[in-house]
């Protein structure tokens, strides 16, 4: 099936590395106009702006903290000073810092939650704050994890975060359903991205997590960003308030972490 977001003006937090990057240059192929978040790597941010131009799509990089209400609404004010509206919001941006439960400082659970569950609050209120003013419906993509549903010691600020997002999205669904904008998650498992570049120093717990997953293999960018693409186009329009499982069935198969 040949999907296209011609026309669409889409946010993606997180863009400038792993899934988020992946999700907006295929949004960008599919002749979607992108903003590009990034925090702290502007050049990174930028390039993937150049890779969507040569794609003969329109983006732009926005620096911006996802934990801050200011920055989250000015990627929003971007998105419509440059393209007049924004019709899709991917939360994608997180972080993780693993620790025993017992040693884990405040400041860790604070700066977590922080990014994983309220930057992820602030993106859809504000992203739905423009789809209502607009009146013309939306999307709103959350990037969730497996952990949002499979428990994972040493990792208790993570998992409470996504866990928080998946009610978010749920709630959000019926709440903003009348307005025509869907709210969904894609719970994506082991990926390979940035975060989990651990793996290949330590083939031993790539092993160990590999035999949690039935298909055998990590996932790839890519395959997430094919999803994330479906659940923005228009196909999509009846499917909202889910998350989908994207783990090669970790989700069906593994204990905990």
Same mark, same amino acid.
């Given at each position: 099936?040949?999907?296209?977001?011609?026309?669409?003006?889409?946010?993606?937090?997180?863009?400038?590395?792993?899934?988020?990057?992946?999700?907006?240059?295929?949004? %960008?192929?599919? +002749?979607?106009?992108?903003?590009?978040?990034?925090?702290? #790597?502007?050049?990174?941010?930028?390039?993937?702006?150049?890779?969507?131009?040569?794609?003969?799509?329109?983006?732009?990089?926005?620096?911006?903290?996802?934990?801050?209400?200011?920055?989250?609404? %000015?990627?929003?004010?971007?998105?419509?000073?440059?393209?007049?509206? &924004?019709?899709?919001m991917v939360n994608n941006a997180g972080i993780e810092q693993r620790m025993p439960f017992l040693e884990t400082p405040l400041e860790v659970w604070e700066k977590v939650i922080a990014v994983n569950l309220t930057g992820t609050?602030? %993106?859809? @209120?504000?992203?739905?704050?423009?789809?209502?003013?607009?009146?013309?419906?939306?999307?709103?993509?959350?990037?969730?994890?497996? #952990?949002?549903?499979?428990?994972?010691?040493?990792? =208790?600020?993570?998992?409470?975060?996504?866990?928080?997002?998946?009610? &978010?999205?749920?709630?959000?669904?019926?709440?903003?359903?009348?307005?025509?904008?869907?709210?969904?998650?894609?719970?994506?498992?082991?990926?390979?991205?940035?975060?989990?570049?651990? &793996?290949?120093?330590?083939?031993? !717990?790539?092993? @160990?997590?590999? #035999?949690?997953?039935? !298909?055998?293999?990590?996932?790839?960018?890519?395959?997430?960003?094919? !999803?994330?693409?479906?659940?923005?186009?228009?196909?999509?329009?009846?499917?909202?308030?889910?998350?989908?499982?994207?783990? +090669?069935?970790?989700?069906? #198969? =593994? %204990?905990? &972490?």
């Open positions: 099936m040949q999907v296209s977001l011609r026309d669409k003006v889409a946010i993606v937090t997180g863009a400038s590395s792993g899934i988020g990057r992946a999700i907006a240059l295929e949004f %960008g192929r599919s +002749g979607a106009r992108v903003v590009v978040n990034y925090h702290g #790597h502007r050049e990174d941010g930028e390039e993937v702006v150049r890779q969507i131009a040569d794609a003969g799509a329109e983006a732009i990089a926005v620096q911006g903290d996802v934990s801050q209400q200011a920055d989250v609404r %000015g990627l929003v004010e971007a998105a419509v000073d440059r393209f007049g509206k &924004l019709d899709i609050w602030l %993106g859809c @209120q504000e992203a739905a704050r423009q789809m209502v003013r607009q009146g013309g419906g939306g999307r709103i993509i959350n990037i969730s994890s497996v #952990h949002e549903d499979l428990p994972m010691p040493t990792n =208790s600020p993570y998992c409470a975060a996504k866990g928080g997002v998946r009610m &978010l999205a749920r709630t959000l669904a019926v709440e903003l359903a009348p307005h025509k904008i869907t709210v969904n998650n894609i719970a994506p498992g082991a990926i390979e991205t940035p975060m989990n570049s651990n &793996l290949k120093e330590h083939p031993e !717990l790539l092993q @160990q997590l590999l #035999h949690e997953i039935p !298909l055998g293999r990590i996932g790839r960018p890519e395959e997430v960003a094919q !999803l994330a693409l479906y659940l923005a186009s228009e196909a999509a329009s009846y499917i909202t308030g889910s998350t989908y499982f994207i783990d +090669g069935g970790m989700i069906r #198969h =593994s %204990g905990s &972490l």
